[in-house]
């Protein structure tokens, strides 16, 4: 059974840096057919995909159009998790934030996080 | 704005069939499968139907799913009051290659 545990923190300032990590059990950030996922959810927004990670012989990333220029994706495989970076922070990045699997599909979820970008 | 269009709300009555639609294009829908996902409130999205039409372990076959060129429809019958809450559709873009859900449909069981 495949887990994912989210940590972090849940109030961010703004123009910082929003991180979280998420640590997986029951499989492996290396996977040569998973892919490792940030979703947000917001009231205004709904689901909002922010990027991805994943191994096929070499590491990739995908990051949404929205993101693109504030987001990092990153792997620590020796932990087997993986983080992701938001810079630059406003309150339009107030949301509940989730590590997700996926295999063509999403099908893991973290816990979920909310994370309330104020001062 | 959500690429993948779906109604805001849809309602029907215990027993009763729903069907809800989630529009897209060419570039996501018409070409990559859609999956769909339940919504309890407080609960991270569960998933419903995957590769357009296909049931994981565990869900009543009560829920089906199904695709047309760019269209793709969820459909619930013997709607029960349990079913009451927010679905959404989601497919790979391959023109942005990212992910995208549509805005997400709140269902009402009167």
């Known amino acids: 059974q495949v887990q994912l545990q989210q940590s972090g923190p849940g109030l961010v300032k703004p123009s910082q840096t929003l991180s979280l990590t998420c640590a997986i059990s029951g499989d492996s950030v290396s996977s040569n057919s998973a892919a490792w996922n940030w979703i947000r959810q917001s009231p205004s927004r709904g689901l909002e995909w922010l990027g991805r990670?994943?191994?096929?012989?070499?590491?990739?990333?995908d990051y949404a159009v929205s993101v693109k220029s504030r987001i990092t994706i990153n792997r620590d495989t020796f932990k087997n998790q993986f983080s992701l970076q938001l810079n630059s922070v406003t309150p339009e990045d107030t949301a509940v934030y989730y590590c997700?699997?996926?295999?063509?599909?999403?099908?893991?979820w973290g816990q979920g996080t909310l994370v309330t970008v104020s001062s | 704005q959500s690429v993948l269009t779906q109604p805001p709300s849809a309602s029907g009555t215990p027993g009763q069939k729903v069907t809800i639609s989630c529009s897209g294009s060419t570039s996501n829908i018409g070409s990559n499968a859609v999956t769909w996902y339940q919504r309890l409130p407080g609960t991270a999205p569960k998933l419903l139907i995957y590769n357009n039409n296909q049931r994981p372990s565990g869900v009543p076959d009560r829920f089906s799913g199904s695709k047309s060129g760019t269209s793709a429809s969820l459909a619930i019958s013997g709607l029960q009051s349990e079913d009451e809450t927010d679905y959404y559709c989601a497919a790979w873009d391959g023109s942005l290659s990212g992910w995208l859900f549509g805005g997400g449909t709140k269902l009402t069981v009167l």
């Open positions: 990670t994943y191994y096929r012989s070499k590491w990739y990333s």
């Open positions: 997700v699997r996926s295999l063509g599909h999403f099908d893991y």
